[in-house]
């Protein structure tokens, strides 16, 4: 579990209203993505890039699908969200695929140009702010998950909630901006307590209900990553005992996306 208190927020776009208006590309890819269907995701977002050549939620998106592949690969989300801490430290089996990095950095470059033009326009821009709040959010993952360099990912999260706090002050609605508040405060607040006292120190949130709380509305009010927010509930109830609620949200995940074993197999460990 230590990985996880080093995981940086990956954040989606806004939970109630259609942001682009016909989403259908990005909502199809996104399933596909949490399905375990990479091709797939990518042939949807990248559609999108082409037909919205000025939007970076396009880039910003499939840049999710190279991460969560490499995710699927090295089978991060099991050995660092649910095993244990000296799992976590154990070599591990299979290395980053290098040309999955490369693809994933080309996507996140081509996000930050599309998002900072689109702000340079208009500093109001919702959507390219999220964008970069995406961006920060998966390279944070990366550093944090795949290569463990903690400190540099711990930057890259506390600027990600900062410019969620500031897109949520003028668009409440953002429903998945919420979740860079609540990994920040949650995953933190898992660290010793004088760790979480120099957190503070450094600006970082460690308020572990607050976390959990912003989780619950990402869980409920978001769109392409709620599905994210929920497996981090999930974990959540695991750590505070609550075998139930793990069980509930794990048996939502592997019904909603029958392809990806791993909400199946969690589940089978509870049973």
Avoid at 19 to 39: S, V, W
Avoid at 229 to 236: G, S
Avoid at 247 to 259: H, I, K, M, T, V
Avoid at 264 to 269: I, S, T, V
Wanted: one cysteine or more; hydrophobic letters at 40%; proline letters at 5%.
């Amino acid at each position: 579990m230590k990985a996880l208190c080093h995981a940086a927020a990956a954040l989606a776009l806004a939970g109630a209203p259609a942001l682009h208006g016909d989403t259908t590309l990005l909502d199809t890819g996104f399933r596909h993505m949490y399905n375990l269907e990479f091709d797939q995701a990518h042939r949807n977002f990248q559609e999108w890039d082409r037909t919205h050549p000025s939007d970076p939620v396009g880039p910003v998106s499939d840049a999710a699908a190279y991460l969560f592949d490499q995710f699927d690969r090295m089978k991060i989300l099991q050995s660092e969200f649910f095993s244990s801490d000296r799992r976590f430290l154990e070599q591990r089996t299979a290395s980053p695929d290098p040309a999955l990095k490369r693809q994933f950095e080309r996507s996140l470059d081509k996000a930050h140009r599309l998002a900072a033009a689109a702000l340079a326009r208009d500093p109001q821009d919702a959507d390219a702010a999220f964008a970069e709040i995406l961006r920060m959010g998966l390279h944070s993952d990366y550093l944090a998950l795949i290569e463990r360099r903690y400190r540099a990912s711990l930057e890259e999260t506390k600027a990600g909630r900062e410019m969620a706090e500031n897109l949520l002050a003028r668009r409440p609605d953002y429903g998945d901006a919420y979740l860079a508040i609540g990994v920040e405060n949650y995953l933190l607040s898992l660290k010793p307590a004088p760790l979480r006292w120099l957190l503070r120190l450094g600006g970082a949130q460690t308020d572990r209900a607050e976390g959990i709380n912003k989780l619950r509305v990402t869980a409920k009010r978001g769109r392409y990553l709620r599905p994210f927010a929920r497996l981090l509930l999930a974990v959540a109830a695991l750590r505070e005992d609550d075998r139930a609620g793990a069980r509930e949200l794990l048996r939502e995940l592997a019904a909603d996306f029958p392809r990806n074993p791993l909400y199946r197999e969690e589940l089978a460990r509870l049973q």
